[in-house]
């Protein structure tokens, strides 16, 4: 774990000239694990916590306190948010001989690595690679591509809608809802996603306008805002984040538009500090954990890494999930080999925070409870002040595995 | 009628946040036929300083600092490479600025990190401050527009009015003469570039609590204010206004405007098949490329009047 | 009389020694560097010295600063991908080899429509409307996700149809051979271009278009005819790096793929016609490679390019040709004292001041982790004041050396230069 960067660099050089090598480890040794994400560039902030929450873990979960009794180190590699980039990378990481890649940022990365895995994979039989996927949320990537080598972590687009739906179907506020989303797969399939989920379980429900714009292209949402508040709609549903976000909760405020904004990505690094005391009471978002949840280990989790890295906090609890399946998946197959430890995952059940958890073994997707969580100020209750600002995400409400799982169309080709 | 009212109040004030944001580059550009590729990286580093002010003094002394300590910068980075770049030719200049935006970004994200900074507006600017139709305007927007308006009358004063205005305006077409009269022409080109940046910084401090203060905020902003500047003229003042007024109010406009060929189609009685109501580009509505009306308008501009709306030369 | 003293080489065999090293060292290069990733990356190399060469095509050529030329290879890597999915499910007799020309004609058809409006005019208004089209371009991909594959892009399979002499470029080594093959054909076309009717037209429209205009030429036909040729070559490189990665997304056209073609092409050198294979090489061993070793790549990235515009804007090829001047002229042998004394003070200076921003950077990322990192194989701790005045104190040192030595060096250069200048026959001037 401390040859991190030294490791990466030294072999680099070396493999340039060389051929690739290396044995793998053997239960009870070092299982390295690659890391691809955004490290430099714009979108590096979220790529360096998910870095040291993944360091984080694999100091925590390693050793002793894991089943299978391996010892894990995180081999980081940036992909500069590019599709290409992480081929070259996934390149650099097979030819140091890593057998397990991780990555979340961006599901454009993460359907471009479970191509070249599934070709990587079968052009060199003995040489398998396991993508663990810990943020992407694609519903493709578990239906339309999936594939044996690819293991989903957080609840896909298609889960997160069931749960907002099933919040809508018991909310009687909710009258007419006003769909905004950034003009691209992910926001398209928010669109369409809510839309089909509304007329299934809440069809009282009307549906009152929808925006598609540009991605990271708007400055200023007041005209969509005004939009909206000419449509009447008392609840938005948004799959947008980051400035997409932000920015529209501040000229929502402005415009003194009292709506509820039901959203994927309120509670992701950055968003909560451009937010501020904006939208309080208003803003929900969907994900497999929140900021207070009563769970002792959650807690301990997250107050420990927050102690080691002042300035971030634990928000992609997938990650802890990922740890827990590989390790008890290699207790079960007594090996570290991908293939076997792919197959020991499959229809796999273990403790998570708040109770067991399961590996879907049709689609490779985690069935997991999900969570909705408000925007709201912190109190006795709700303690933990989220990134600086004096507010904290209070819980909303719990939904069960079943409630957010979803049929899966994947035809899964599996190895002999 | 409200809703119109509306649209045209929100389209017309951040029309002036645009020219806030472009007033500066016209500056530098009218003076030194220089197209800064790092004024937007100016913008981002006049919010991050005024965050760091605030965070130390206050908002308003953030005001008069931030600004001063870009333009100083400018100065800075003036005298000693830009001016050495300048026997290059305007190609170059524009190279050097690209690459000091690069480096801007990552000094800013050494020091400030990688993810957004709570940079708050003022309590005392917040909240409403008239009701239009039932909706509030706010009152820190108004503020914006004041600064934005205050720059054009103290450019347009500068340099119509001012004997250092004249000298500038004498140095961009006969510098050697202006020279040989006795006025120090690097040193005016120094104040001015220092002072295009110092604009920059202003709006960075004015916008940065508005909208959001990180890393990226300097790439989503440059590509528009490059627009605004080139669809009004290069080196207009009143074309630079006038443009950023336009892209404003057409762009808020447009949001409002869900209409698609398909409407076209069916007004004029062309029977619409579903296969045709799927397909992407029959479908797109105006709202969809709403922001993207100003590259529009930009090359629009650039094919049939490549001076600018009311620019006097095409370099 | 001292007479100027030339190594005398007969342009042909001088010419044919060019080549044939070429196209050595490309087909010799894997043998030497035979890990994945070396092949990755020389595959890259030989597609981005098309796409660069492309692009000098216009800036160094034609004096056309483009700043959307990834629409051209972006939208060649499109096309490139959907032909090869059709050849592969419709079984439309297309080989795999022949996919980069279809990418080379769908970018020179773009080029040839938004090439029209693009070249009417030069300098600041084409760069600002190659822009605008870039970013046009750009911002409509996620928006028809039938031609650009939404977020996930097109993905392709270049192991299609029967092998021909057992090859089916799935092993990379064989796409690089066939990379290589392209490579080689499209630098000697570009090459042969230059010294075309055309070519030189093109060189004169940059220097003086207004009097290509009174000597009967249309300065914007040569424009637009010379941006439909590079779009060509554009186009094949994106072919290629469609076949390279089996797969295409949006950010293939986007401002920041463009930005990267601009760069390292002028790093590489404009002025000269290898100037942009340089930047090609230098392309892909900073992309891929340095961003591994260190987090502050992008900060060295710009400085380095500021330094060229700044003081070489000839850019490496340019310096590499002035020392091989000077090595002709037999001086070579003057410059040896003072270019070791900077050769020596460069990497105190360099140490020092790298380990400063690597400090910087590692604090600020992987302190709380591990405070201690290796730099250039020495430990060094961010937690550890020492260490930090020590870097601060090589850095010092180091400056003032470099700075000695480069005076001594530039005052050494130049009087080898006037040296050169006067013993040269009076016609050849300025190079």
Same mark, same amino acid.
């Given at each position: 774990?401390?040859?991190?960067?030294?490791?990466?660099?030294?072999?680099?050089?070396?493999?340039?000239?060389?051929?690739?090598?290396?044995?793998?480890?053997?239960?009870?040794?070092?299982?390295?694990?690659?890391?691809?994400?955004?490290?430099?560039?714009?979108?590096?902030?979220?790529?360096?916590?998910?870095?040291?929450?993944?360091?984080?873990?694999?100091?925590?979960?390693?050793?002793?306190?894991?089943?299978?009794?391996?010892?894990?180190?995180?081999?980081?590699?940036?992909?500069?948010?590019?599709?290409?980039?992480?081929?070259?990378?996934?390149?650099?990481?097979?030819?140091?001989?890593?057998?397990?890649?991780?990555?979340?940022?961006?599901?454009?990365?993460?359907?471009?690595?479970?191509?070249?895995?599934?070709?990587?994979?079968?052009?060199?039989?003995?040489?398998?690679?396991?993508?663990?996927?810990?943020?992407?949320?694609?519903?493709?990537?578990?239906?339309?591509?999936?594939?044996?080598?690819?293991?989903?972590?957080?609840?896909?687009?298609?889960?997160?809608?069931?749960?907002?739906?099933?919040?809508?179907?018991?909310?009687?506020?909710?009258?007419?809802?006003?769909?905004?989303?950034?003009?691209?797969?992910?926001?398209?399939?928010?669109?369409?996603?809510?839309?089909?989920?509304?007329?299934?379980?809440?069809?009282?429900?009307?549906?009152?306008?929808?925006?598609?714009?540009?991605?990271?292209?708007?400055?200023?949402?007041?005209?969509?805002?005004?939009?909206?508040?000419?449509?009447?709609?008392?609840?938005?549903?948004?799959?947008?984040?980051?400035?997409?976000?932000?920015?529209?909760?501040?000229?929502?405020?402005?415009?003194?538009?009292?709506?509820?904004?039901?959203?994927?990505?309120?509670?992701?690094?950055?968003?909560?500090?451009?937010?501020?005391?904006?939208?309080?009471?208003?803003?929900?978002?969907?994900?497999?954990?929140?900021?207070?949840?009563?769970?002792?280990?959650?807690?301990?989790?997250?107050?420990?890494?927050?102690?080691?890295?002042?300035?971030?906090?634990?928000?992609?609890?997938?990650?802890?999930?990922?740890?827990?399946?590989?390790?008890?998946?290699?207790?079960?197959?007594?090996?570290?080999?991908?293939?076997?430890?792919?197959?020991?995952?499959?229809?796999?059940?273990?403790?998570?925070?708040?109770?067991?958890?399961?590996?879907?073994?049709?689609?490779?997707?985690?069935?997991?409870?999900?969570?909705?969580?408000?925007?709201?100020?912190?109190?006795?209750?709700?303690?933990?002040?989220?990134?600086?600002?004096?507010?904290?995400?209070?819980?909303?409400?719990?939904?069960?595995?079943?409630?957010?799982?979803?049929?899966?169309?994947?035809?899964?080709?599996?190895?002999? | 009628?409200?809703?119109?009212?509306?649209?045209?109040?929100?389209?017309?004030?951040?029309?002036?946040?645009?020219?806030?944001?472009?007033?500066?580059?016209?500056?530098?550009?009218?003076?030194?036929?220089?197209?800064?590729?790092?004024?937007?990286?100016?913008?981002?580093?006049?919010?991050?300083?005024?965050?760091?002010?605030?965070?130390?003094?206050?908002?308003?002394?953030?005001?008069?600092?931030?600004?001063?300590?870009?333009?100083?910068?400018?100065?800075?980075?003036?005298?000693?490479?830009?001016?050495?770049?300048?026997?290059?030719?305007?190609?170059?200049?524009?190279?050097?600025?690209?690459?000091?935006?690069?480096?801007?970004?990552?000094?800013?994200?050494?020091?400030?990190?990688?993810?957004?900074?709570?940079?708050?507006?003022?309590?005392?600017?917040?909240?409403?401050?008239?009701?239009?139709?039932?909706?509030?305007?706010?009152?820190?927007?108004?503020?914006?527009?004041?600064?934005?308006?205050?720059?054009?009358?103290?450019?347009?004063?500068?340099?119509?009015?001012?004997?250092?205005?004249?000298?500038?305006?004498?140095?961009?077409?006969?510098?050697?003469?202006?020279?040989?009269?006795?006025?120090?022409?690097?040193?005016?080109?120094?104040?001015?570039?220092?002072?295009?940046?110092?604009?920059?910084?202003?709006?960075?401090?004015?916008?940065?609590?508005?909208?959001?203060?990180?890393?990226?905020?300097?790439?989503?902003?440059?590509?528009?204010?490059?627009?605004?500047?080139?669809?009004?003229?290069?080196?207009?003042?009143?074309?630079?206004?006038?443009?950023?007024?336009?892209?404003?109010?057409?762009?808020?406009?447009?949001?409002?405007?869900?209409?698609?060929?398909?409407?076209?189609?069916?007004?004029?009685?062309?029977?619409?098949?579903?296969?045709?109501?799927?397909?992407?580009?029959?479908?797109?509505?105006?709202?969809?490329?709403?922001?993207?009306?100003?590259?529009?308008?930009?090359?629009?501009?650039?094919?049939?009047?490549?001076?600018?709306?009311?620019?006097?030369?095409?370099? | 009389?001292?007479?100027?003293?030339?190594?005398?080489?007969?342009?042909?065999?001088?010419?044919?020694?060019?080549?044939?090293?070429?196209?050595?060292?490309?087909?010799?290069?894997?043998?030497?560097?035979?890990?994945?990733?070396?092949?990755?990356?020389?595959?890259?190399?030989?597609?981005?010295?098309?796409?660069?060469?492309?692009?000098?095509?216009?800036?160094?050529?034609?004096?056309?600063?483009?700043?959307?030329?990834?629409?051209?290879?972006?939208?060649?890597?499109?096309?490139?991908?959907?032909?090869?999915?059709?050849?592969?499910?419709?079984?439309?007799?297309?080989?795999?080899?022949?996919?980069?020309?279809?990418?080379?004609?769908?970018?020179?058809?773009?080029?040839?429509?938004?090439?029209?409006?693009?070249?009417?005019?030069?300098?600041?208004?084409?760069?600002?409307?190659?822009?605008?089209?870039?970013?046009?371009?750009?911002?409509?991909?996620?928006?028809?996700?039938?031609?650009?594959?939404?977020?996930?892009?097109?993905?392709?399979?270049?192991?299609?149809? !029967?092998? /021909?002499? %057992?090859?089916?470029? $799935?092993?990379?080594?064989?796409?690089? &051979? @066939?990379?290589? =093959? +392209?490579?080689?054909?499209?630098?000697?076309?570009?090459?042969?271009?230059?010294?075309?009717?055309?070519?030189?037209?093109?060189?004169?429209?940059?220097?003086?278009?207004?009097?290509?205009?009174?000597?009967?030429?249309?300065?914007?036909?040569?424009?637009?005819?010379?941006?439909?040729?590079?779009?060509?070559?554009?186009?094949?490189?994106?072919?290629?790096?469609?076949?390279?990665? !089996?797969? /295409?997304? %949006?950010?293939?056209? $986007?401002?920041?793929?463009?930005?990267? &073609? @601009?760069?390292? =092409? +002028?790093?590489?050198?404009?002025?000269?016609?290898?100037?942009?294979?340089?930047?090609?090489?230098?392309?892909?061993?900073?992309?891929?490679?340095?961003?591994?070793?260190?987090?502050?790549?992008?900060?060295?990235?710009?400085?380095?390019?500021?330094?060229?515009?700044?003081?070489?804007?000839?850019?490496?090829?340019?310096?590499?040709?002035?020392?091989?001047?000077?090595?002709?002229?037999?001086?070579?042998?003057?410059?040896?004292?003072?270019?070791?004394?900077?050769?020596?003070?460069?990497?105190?200076?360099?140490?020092?001041?790298?380990?400063?921003?690597?400090?910087?950077?590692?604090?600020?990322?992987?302190?709380?982790?591990?405070?201690?990192?290796?730099?250039?194989?020495?430990?060094?701790?961010?937690?550890?004041?020492?260490?930090?005045?020590?870097?601060?104190?090589?850095?010092?040192?180091?400056?003032?050396?470099?700075?000695?030595?480069?005076?001594?060096?530039?005052?050494?250069?130049?009087?080898?230069?006037?040296?050169?200048?006067?013993?040269?026959?009076?016609?050849?001037?300025?190079?």
């Amino acid at each position: 774990m401390k040859r991190i960067r030294s490791l990466a660099a030294a072999s680099l050089a070396a493999t340039l000239s060389m051929g690739t090598g290396g044995a793998w480890a053997q239960a009870g040794e070092t299982v390295r694990i690659a890391v691809i994400d955004p490290q430099s560039g714009p979108f590096a902030n979220i790529g360096l916590n998910i870095l040291h929450t993944l360091q984080f873990l694999a100091e925590r979960e390693g050793g002793t306190h894991n089943p299978a009794g391996v010892k894990f180190e995180i081999v980081p590699f940036d992909n500069k948010m590019s599709g290409p980039e992480s081929l070259n990378v996934l390149k650099a990481a097979i030819d140091q001989g890593i057998r397990y890649v991780v990555q979340g940022g961006g599901s454009g990365v993460a359907g471009a690595l479970i191509d070249a895995i599934n070709k990587h994979n079968e052009r060199n039989p003995g040489k398998e690679v396991v993508y663990l996927n810990y943020a992407a949320v694609d519903p493709d990537l578990t239906n339309s591509k999936c594939s044996f080598y690819h293991f989903s972590f957080d609840a896909n687009t298609a889960m997160k809608m069931e749960a907002m739906g099933s919040s809508i179907q018991d909310d009687k506020r909710v009258r007419k809802v006003y769909l905004l989303n950034q003009n691209y797969s992910h926001g398209q399939q928010v669109t369409r996603y809510a839309k089909e989920v509304l007329r299934r379980k809440a069809p009282h429900v009307e549906i009152v306008g929808e925006d598609l714009h540009p991605l990271g292209q708007v400055k200023d949402f007041s005209p969509y805002i005004a939009k909206i508040k000419a449509s009447g709609a008392d609840t938005v549903i948004t799959g947008n984040f980051g400035p997409d976000l932000s920015l529209a909760f501040k000229a929502a405020r402005d415009a003194g538009l009292d709506v509820a904004f039901y959203t994927y990505y309120a509670g992701a690094a950055g968003t909560p500090a451009a937010i501020g005391d904006a939208g309080l009471g208003k803003i929900r978002f969907v994900y497999p954990t929140y900021t207070n949840l009563a769970s002792p280990e959650y807690q301990a989790v997250f107050n420990a890494f927050g102690q080691k890295f002042p300035n971030e906090a634990f928000v992609t609890s997938p990650a802890y999930n990922l740890f827990k399946a590989l390790s008890h998946g290699m207790a079960k197959a007594k090996s570290t080999d991908p293939v076997k430890v792919a197959r020991a995952m499959e229809g796999l059940s273990f403790r998570s925070f708040t109770g067991d958890v399961t590996m879907r073994a049709s689609d490779h997707q985690l069935q997991q409870p999900l969570y909705m969580a408000t925007w709201n100020k912190v109190d006795a209750k709700n303690p933990i002040d989220v990134e600086k600002t004096g507010n904290t995400w209070t819980l909303d409400r719990l939904f069960d595995s079943y409630v957010a799982s979803t049929p899966t169309t994947c035809q899964m080709k599996r190895p002999a | 009628m409200a809703f119109f009212a509306l649209s045209l109040l929100n389209g017309v004030s951040y029309g002036l946040l645009l020219f806030m944001l472009s007033a500066g580059l016209t500056l530098i550009m009218s003076m030194m036929g220089v197209l800064n590729f790092a004024h937007a990286s100016f913008y981002m580093l006049g919010a991050y300083l005024a965050y760091q002010v605030s965070a130390w003094i206050g908002f308003w002394p953030a005001l008069l600092i931030s600004p001063l300590v870009a333009a100083l910068l400018g100065a800075v980075f003036e005298r000693w490479v830009l001016r050495r770049v300048h026997r290059h030719g305007h190609a170059s200049e524009l190279l050097v600025t690209v690459g000091l935006s690069f480096v801007m970004l990552e000094v800013v994200q050494l020091v400030w990190g990688r993810a957004p900074v709570g940079y708050r507006i003022p309590a005392e600017l917040e909240g409403p401050l008239f009701t239009l139709f039932g909706s509030p305007f706010p009152l820190y927007r108004a503020f914006m527009m004041g600064v934005s308006i205050l720059m054009l009358v103290a450019i347009w004063l500068l340099v119509s009015r001012t004997r250092i205005g004249l000298v500038i305006q004498a140095a961009l077409t006969h510098p050697d003469m202006v020279q040989a009269l006795g006025h120090d022409v690097p040193r005016v080109s120094m104040g001015v570039f220092g002072g295009g940046v110092a604009l920059a910084a202003l709006a960075g401090v004015v916008g940065g609590n508005a909208y959001t203060t990180e890393p990226g905020m300097a790439f989503s902003v440059g590509n528009i204010v490059f627009v605004v500047v080139v669809v009004g003229g290069m080196g207009s003042l009143g074309g630079a206004f006038v443009a950023s007024l336009l892209i404003g109010v057409v762009t808020t406009f447009a949001v409002s405007l869900d209409q698609s060929l398909l409407h076209l189609l069916q007004a004029v009685d062309v029977p619409v098949t579903d296969a045709m109501a799927n397909h992407a580009l029959l479908a797109l509505k105006i709202s969809q490329v709403a922001p993207l009306l100003p590259y529009l308008l930009l090359v629009s501009v650039l094919i049939f009047r490549p001076k600018g709306l009311m620019g006097t030369r095409e370099t | 009389m001292p007479t100027l003293h030339r190594t005398h080489i007969p342009a042909r065999e001088r010419q044919a020694v060019l080549w044939g090293g070429f196209a050595f060292v490309l087909i010799v290069a894997p043998l030497v560097f035979q890990s994945g990733l070396a092949l990755t990356a020389l595959s890259q190399m030989g597609y981005m010295i098309i796409i660069c060469l492309s692009y000098n095509l216009l800036l160094g050529q034609g004096g056309m600063l483009s700043f959307g030329h990834a629409v051209y290879t972006g939208l060649g890597a499109f096309c490139a991908a959907h032909a090869l999915n059709h050849a592969g499910a419709e079984g439309v007799p297309l080989p795999v080899s022949l996919v980069p020309l279809v990418g080379g004609l769908g970018g020179a058809a773009v080029a040839a429509v938004l090439g029209w409006v693009s070249t009417r005019k030069a300098h600041v208004p084409f760069a600002m409307i190659t822009m605008g089209v870039g970013e046009l371009v750009f911002a409509m991909t996620p928006m028809f996700p039938g031609l650009f594959g939404g977020e996930g892009g097109v993905s392709t399979n270049r192991v299609v149809g !029967e092998p /021909v002499f %057992g090859i089916t470029f $799935g092993p990379q080594i064989q796409l690089y &051979y @066939l990379i290589a =093959t +392209y490579c080689f054909a499209c630098t000697a076309l570009m090459f042969l271009f230059t010294a075309t009717p055309l070519g030189r037209m093109l060189n004169a429209v940059r220097d003086n278009p207004e009097r290509v205009a009174f000597v009967g030429c249309d300065p914007q036909t040569v424009r637009y005819i010379a941006f439909v040729i590079a779009g060509f070559f554009a186009g094949i490189g994106g072919g290629l790096f469609a076949l390279n990665f !089996e797969l /295409v997304q %949006g950010s293939a056209v $986007g401002g920041l793929t463009s930005a990267s &073609y @601009l760069l390292y =092409t +002028y790093i590489g050198g404009t002025l000269l016609f290898f100037g942009p294979i340089i930047g090609a090489i230098l392309s892909v061993l900073v992309g891929v490679l340095l961003s591994e070793f260190t987090k502050a790549w992008a900060l060295y990235l710009g400085l380095a390019f500021m330094l060229i515009v700044m003081y070489a804007p000839g850019g490496l090829s340019a310096i590499l040709m002035a020392n091989l001047r000077v090595a002709a002229s037999g001086k070579f042998s003057r410059l040896v004292k003072p270019g070791s004394a900077l050769l020596a003070a460069t990497p105190v200076w360099l140490a020092g001041v790298t380990s400063l921003v690597e400090m910087t950077y590692h604090r600020q990322i992987h302190a709380p982790l591990n405070p201690t990192f290796r730099h250039f194989g020495v430990l060094l701790d961010v937690s550890d004041g020492a260490d930090w005045a020590g870097a601060a104190a090589l850095a010092l040192v180091g400056g003032v050396l470099f700075e000695c030595a480069r005076r001594g060096f530039v005052r050494h250069w130049r009087m080898v230069q006037e040296e050169m200048h006067a013993l040269e026959p009076g016609a050849e001037g300025a190079s």
